[in-house]
């Protein structure tokens, strides 16, 4: 409910003296930013950075995002889009051009076609998960997220005023959340499972019979599924991928589908993602986004809408450099003693477990008993920079993103060899 205070008769009149701010006065914070913690990922990234700074060589392997730059061609069509005039407000919810060259993209990669009305195109992915959990949830709602889960999932349900319902997955599972674990987890709150596949930070990809097992308990249930497949174009050989919306038309309608350019092309700072979801939603969170932010960065989406319909190549390269790095990751992680993973079917990152390591002397001696503290005299000692687990809701393990060239990649696992074997 709104409440409207009329301005008193005498305002004008008045000086304005008394409003100086007093010397003790303070700036109250809102309980729901109190309680919010710095993005883990960005924090690491910004402690490396200062160890940088300092004229240190870091080997930085926090970085949640692909190393190359973006594609010439893409980068081309944005100088021509501001020189033609791009430079307006779109419509909030992004141009008619960018929506049907998402639904297109979408209708060729699955075969399930969208009406642009269901494509809602906002500031990044990131931006994206946020509109569809404030048009859905609230205080009293449950929203499911398997863990191991990406950093910022549980904080913007927090925002909602909802409540995370954390389910843990293991190593032995491939870290996949199983039908089984969906339908425990499910009470007459839930309004939400939240899916990352592949998976930010296990690199977890689902087989399609894992994903049309979730998918029964999603329509038995009646549970929608966000289903975030930013990573989707990075699937390795051996793994397999297949959108949640293309599982059938049941399960499309209870489906909200979150992808962007991030990390397909590289385009992390351009800011562009979107959503595919059920006309309603959709329209609610265009309203959302209409009084929040209005439309996502005008040049940024003529760039977005050369991307998807341009040639893919790049697409491809970036995979190829991409499994390169993998292998080479994955051999040299088999090379160190006592810890273990389960081996990443997409995305851009290894999960691995260092618990064995904790309660014993390493570097220069320090002796670490939980992952964030093994992080930090990793990079104290041997300047590398990984993620702790603990942030991403899995204690014990730690976060190594491997978007990065080899020789980085080489020098980085040198030291930490070293590290670990003091
Ligand atoms: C990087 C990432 C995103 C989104 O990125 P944007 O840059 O906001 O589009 C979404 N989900 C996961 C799991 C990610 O790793």
Known sequence: MRSRVSEPAHKFGRSFTHLRPQKSATM????????????????????AKELKSKGIKVH????????????????????????????????????????????????????????????????????????????????????????????SYSALVELTGATPVIVDTSEESGFCLSAEQFEEAITDKTRLLMLNNPCNPTGAAYTIAGLEALARVAVNRGIPVLSDEIYDKLIYEGSEFKSFASLGEDVAKLTIVVNGVSKAYAMTGWRIGWTLAPTDLTKAMDNLQSQETSNPCSVSQCAAVVALNGPQECVADMLVAFSKRREYVLGRLAEIPNISL???????????????????????????????????????????????????????YVRLSFATNLDNLKAGFDALQGFLNP
């Open 28 to 47: 109250q914070l809102s309980a729901t930013v109190k309680k919010l913690a710095p993005s883990a990922t960005i924090a690491a990234a910004a402690k």
């Open 60 to 151: 930085e392997f926090t970085l949640g995002e692909p190393d190359f730059i973006t594609p010439e061609h893409i980068r081309q069509a944005a100088k021509e889009a501001m020189d033609a005039g791009h430079t307006h407000y779109t419509p909030s919810g992004g141009t008619l051009e960018l929506k049907k060259a998402v639904r297109d993209a979408f209708e060729r990669e699955t075969g399930v076609s969208y009406d642009p009305s269901q494509v809602l195109v906002s500031n990044g992915a990131k931006h994206s998960i946020h509109n569809v959990l404030t048009a859905m949830c609230g205080p009293g709602d449950e929203v499911i997220i398997p863990a191991p889960y990406w950093v």
């Open 342 to 396: 389960a081996t990443p079917g997409g995305a851009f990152y290894a999960f691995f477990n260092v618990s064995h390591y904790f309660g014993k002397p390493l570097g220069s001696g320090k002796v670490v008993e939980n992952a964030s503290d093994f992080c930090t005299a990793l990079l104290e000692d041997a300047h590398v920079a990984l993620v702790t687990g603990d942030a991403f809701g899995a204690p014990g």
